[in-house]
């Protein structure tokens, strides 16, 4: 039995609620949901943190190298979290990227993401379905 580790950043905890036109009308409990739902058949449960800080999100990365994986979606913390990129490097297993919205079509200054050249992938644009498609990979990747 393992345990996916789920991780969202600033903002996150109030999608549905948050911009829909961008971010759509799921919450996080139903991405938490369709998340579990995907990887429940390995036995595999979900750790779910979503915080404001910064700091409060390299705690939760280090307290969880237990994990099977992580999917990660760091919110604006892509763009300049350079502490949360430190603990993400020294995560020991593989770990995608997610953004709800194609931030490429988006303002200029969401275009580079300090984090993606550390993931094992990164999926963006498809709104929550997202997550269970980060899901589907790292139940490829894990062995």
Known sequence: MGELLLVNGPN?????????????????????????EEVAGRGWSVR????????????????SYDTVGAIVNPG?????????????????RPWIEVHLSNVWARESFRHESVLA?????????????????????LLDLVD
């Open 12 to 36: 996150l905890g109030i999608l549905g609620r948050r911009e829909v036109s961008v971010y759509g009308t799921d919450t996080l409990a139903d991405v938490e949901k369709a998340v579990g």
């Open 48 to 63: 779910s943190v979503q915080r404001n800080g910064e700091g409060q999100l390299v705690d939760e990365i280090e307290a």
């Open 76 to 92: 604006a913390l892509m763009m300049a979290g350079w502490s949360l990129r430190d603990a993400l490097a020294n995560y020991p």
């Open 117 to 137: 050249p550390l993931a094992s992938g990164l999926i963006a644009g498809l709104g929550a379905r997202g997550y269970r498609l980060a899901a589907r990979a």
